[in-house]
């Protein structure tokens, strides 16, 4: 009895082991993960600095503050509603805190005044889409150009020193890192903890709370989801308030970590494409209704270690944003034959 | 369309009884230039199932989505249980006892099974922001095996099911959400003959249980006679008709039916000459 039994043992771990793979890789984030494998395996094998501590930690400061901007981005994106103005949002937050600050209001509460300005402009941009039913691309493009605009005029376009972040003892020379520094982006994992604190509570939301199923629902069909008695109109202000809150937050530590405030829009503008297309290639699509915060912190990973590597590598700056482009068109591709696979399976 | 009177023998004035869970009460609203209910009173007595009849455009929908605070009337009172009924939300009069099924479902594709069954109405873990989903599919697979729904998995996003089964999941929601009063907007539309007996057949058992009180958009009269107790066809706008269906048959409500079409015909064509006789005649 113990032969034929053994025998068909065999073929049943083959089929768990294949179908636990064909589960994997017709996850949502399943491709862009085993897309960034082989882009580590690529640079770790070619670069011998690659996969070094201390080029881990410069890899870091690459995505972790573009995964917290993509996370509020995913959610508006599955309401089939897209942010442009985080770009003006990351550029307007540090100059906030800075003149708040300037206005002898200490550290911390200055931080917490500048979120709150952040939820404003929120507040704003989802109030103008919702009550006058504007396409969010235009009210966000508005917000987007004003508040980069703003942040010229308040600054004259100069270089400003981010209060708070790390300064230079000017009797010994050495780097001094306050506390306030060290938390909110100038220490070392400081904005890799924030990123996956973000990314853990957001996925979190998404998966497990009223508001994630609500924010599917209003993404999928906003007719259907009013008729359940959602209320759209606060799904979605709820969702355009979050993203601006995370966008300024990721200025505040980029500023910090640089010890500068920068107003320079085109930079912004970048940034801005580059949480979009954190959200796109972690699989999230434009449309409404589907998306994935776990996705989101892999694609902007993907975008890190590809800015990264290719540094390091010591490829001209020129090809990378080809590179980029290239990596983008394959990712969506990859989706698409991934999500068509997954309805065909009936994964879900 | 709307301007064209009805003959004063068919509007039914209301009936008001002490047992109506129910009452609506001149009930007009309007979309702009189209007038969708002009003057709507009904009633709806408990464990009674009001069948409502009209062609399509009449604002049978219109009156659901009123009645279940999805839209508000622009005039007229409602009453339920006695007291003044003023819903603000769906949410408003779920929570005050009134669900409905819309005719379109209100299903979200992307959810699964479960979660639309709950959609509005989570339960969450205690003092927690979290879904209870273990306990959302428990409830969802009951709700569905006591009306004789097969579905082998809850958790599949319904876009991968039929039309048949959408519908069934869609009046499960209805029917088992703690309402005391369901409005169904068409429920059999999108069913097969077995599917649809099978809900024919859940809508008789929740009226011998009397605990339900129904009013439901159909449009085939032999079920509105085998399913209903009483029903009411809304022409233009107003309650053309208001009989117990022991005392109708199909005969009297396709009667009224192809009156209106021949009054639509016949205002049609006065239209029609009363455009020709002053558009200038040209040589």
């Given at each position: 009895m113990g032969a034929p039994a053994r025998k068909r043992e065999v073929p049943h771990v083959a089929a768990t082991a294949w179908d636990l793979l064909r589960r994997f890789l017709t996850m949502r984030e399943g491709s862009i993960i085993v897309v960034t494998v082989v882009l580590v395996v690529y640079f770790s094998v070619t670069v011998s600095t690659f996969f070094t501590g201390p080029n881990l930690q410069t890899l870091l400061q690459y995505f972790t503050w573009l995964a917290i901007m993509a996370a509020g981005e995913v959610?508006?994106?599955?309401?089939?509603?897209?942010?442009?103005?985080?770009?003006?949002?990351?550029?307007?937050?540090?100059?906030?805190?800075?003149?708040?600050?300037?206005?002898?209001?200490?550290l911390l509460p200055s931080l917490i005044i500048t979120m709150i300005v952040c939820m404003v402009v929120g507040l704003v941009n989802g109030l103008i889409t919702t009550v006058f039913s504007v396409n969010s691309f235009i009210t966000t493009l508005g917000t987007l150009f004003t508040l980069q605009g703003l942040t010229l005029i308040i600054s004259h376009a100069q270089n400003l020193e981010m209060p708070g972040a790390p300064s230079t003892?000017?009797?010994?020379?050495?780097?001094?890192?306050?506390?306030?520094?060290?938390?909110?982006?100038?220490?070392?994992?400081?904005?890799?903890?924030?990123?996956?604190?973000?990314?853990?509570?957001?996925?979190l939301a998404l998966t497990r709370t009223r508001w994630g199923l609500h924010t599917i629902a209003v993404g999928s069909n906003r007719n259907a989801a009013a008729e359940a008695g959602i209320k759209v109109r606060w799904v979605l202000i709820r969702n355009f308030v979050?993203?601006?809150?995370?966008?300024?937050?990721?200025?505040?530590?980029?500023?910090?970590?640089?010890?500068?405030?920068?107003?320079?829009?085109?930079?912004?503008?970048?940034?801005?494409?580059?949480?979009?297309?954190?959200?796109?290639?972690?699989?999230?699509?434009?449309?409404?209704?589907?998306?994935?915060?776990?996705?989101?912190?892999?694609?902007?990973?993907?975008?890190?270690?590809?800015?990264?590597?290719?540094?390091?590598?010591?490829?001209?700056?020129?090809?990378?944003?080809?590179?980029?482009?290239?990596?983008?068109?394959?990712?969506?591709?990859?989706?698409?034959?991934?999500?068509?696979?997954?309805?065909?399976?009936?994964?879900? | 369309m709307a301007d064209q009177?009805?003959?004063?023998?068919?509007?039914?004035?209301?009936?008001?009884?002490?047992?109506?869970?129910?009452?609506?009460?001149?009930?007009?609203?309007?979309?702009?230039?189209?007038?969708?209910?002009?003057?709507?009173?009904?009633?709806?007595?408990?464990?009674?199932?009001?069948?409502?009849?009209?062609?399509?455009?009449?604002?049978?929908?219109t009156l659901i989505k009123t009645?279940?605070?999805?839209?508000?009337?622009?005039?007229?009172?409602?009453?339920?249980?006695?007291?003044?009924?003023?819903?603000?939300?769906?949410?408003?009069?779920?929570?005050?006892?009134?669900?409905?099924?819309?005719?379109?479902?209100?299903?979200?594709?992307?959810?699964?099974?479960?979660?639309?069954?709950?959609?509005?109405?989570?339960?969450?873990?205690s003092s927690t922001p979290f879904l209870d989903s273990r306990r959302m599919k428990r409830e969802a697979r009951k709700a569905l095996d006591d009306i004789g729904i097969n579905l082998p998995r809850l958790d599949v996003p319904v876009a991968r099911l039929s039309g048949g089964q959408r519908q069934s999941i869609a009046v499960a929601r209805g029917v088992y959400s703690d309402a005391d009063v369901l409005l169904l907007d068409e429920p059999l539309a999108a069913m097969g003959a077995k599917e649809g007996a099978m809900i024919l057949e859940l809508i008789a058992r929740l009226k011998e249980e009397g605990k339900l009180s129904m009013i439901m958009i159909l449009h085939n009269y032999v079920h509105v006679l085998e399913s209903c107790d009483r029903v009411n066809m809304i022409v233009d706008?107003?309650?053309?008709?208001?009989?117990?269906?022991?005392?109708?048959?199909?005969?009297?409500?396709?009667?009224?039916?192809?009156?209106?079409?021949?009054?639509?015909?016949?205002?049609?064509?006065?239209?029609?000459?009363?455009?020709?006789?002053?558009?200038?005649?040209?040589?």
């Open positions: 959610f508006l994106m599955i309401n089939g509603e897209i942010d442009l103005s985080i770009g003006g949002v990351y550029l307007f937050a540090p100059l906030i805190f800075y003149e708040v600050h300037g206005g002898g209001i200490p003892d000017p009797n010994t020379g050495a780097s001094v890192i306050g506390t306030f520094a060290s938390v909110f982006g100038a220490g070392t994992y400081s904005e890799l903890i924030w990123a996956l604190i973000v990314i853990f509570v957001m996925q979050v993203c601006s809150t995370f966008a300024g937050f990721g200025g505040i530590l980029e500023a910090v970590r640089s010890s500068s405030i920068t107003p320079d829009p085109s930079a912004a503008n970048s940034i801005l494409l580059y949480a979009i297309a954190a959200a796109v290639i972690g699989g999230t699509g434009l449309a409404g209704g589907s998306g994935t915060i776990v996705g989101a912190l892999i694609g902007a990973l993907f975008l890190g270690i590809l800015q990264d590597g290719l540094a390091i590598k010591g490829v001209n700056a020129n090809y990378l944003v080809f590179y980029l482009g290239l990596a983008i068109l394959l990712a969506m591709g990859i989706n698409v034959y991934v999500g068509r696979a997954r309805r065909k399976s009936g994964l879900g | 009177a009805i003959p004063a023998e068919h509007i039914v004035a209301p009936v008001a009884a002490p047992d109506d869970v129910l009452r609506v009460e001149h009930i007009a609203k309007s979309f702009g230039p189209v007038t969708a209910l002009r003057d709507v009173s009904l009633h709806l007595k408990k464990g009674e199932v009001l069948g409502l009849l009209g062609d399509n455009g009449a604002g049978k929908s009645i279940c605070g999805f839209q508000n009337a622009d005039s007229g009172k409602m009453w339920l249980h006695g007291e003044p009924y003023e819903p603000k939300s769906v949410d408003q009069a779920r929570l005050l006892g009134v669900d409905v099924v819309y005719q379109d479902l209100a299903l979200i594709d992307e959810l699964s099974v479960y979660q639309n069954m709950f959609l509005c109405r989570e339960p969450r873990h706008g107003v309650i053309a008709l208001d009989k117990p269906t022991a005392e109708t048959s199909v005969d009297e409500l396709t009667e009224i039916v192809v009156d209106e079409y021949r009054r639509a015909r016949l205002a049609a064509q006065a239209e029609e000459a009363a455009r020709a006789a002053a558009v200038p005649v040209e040589d």
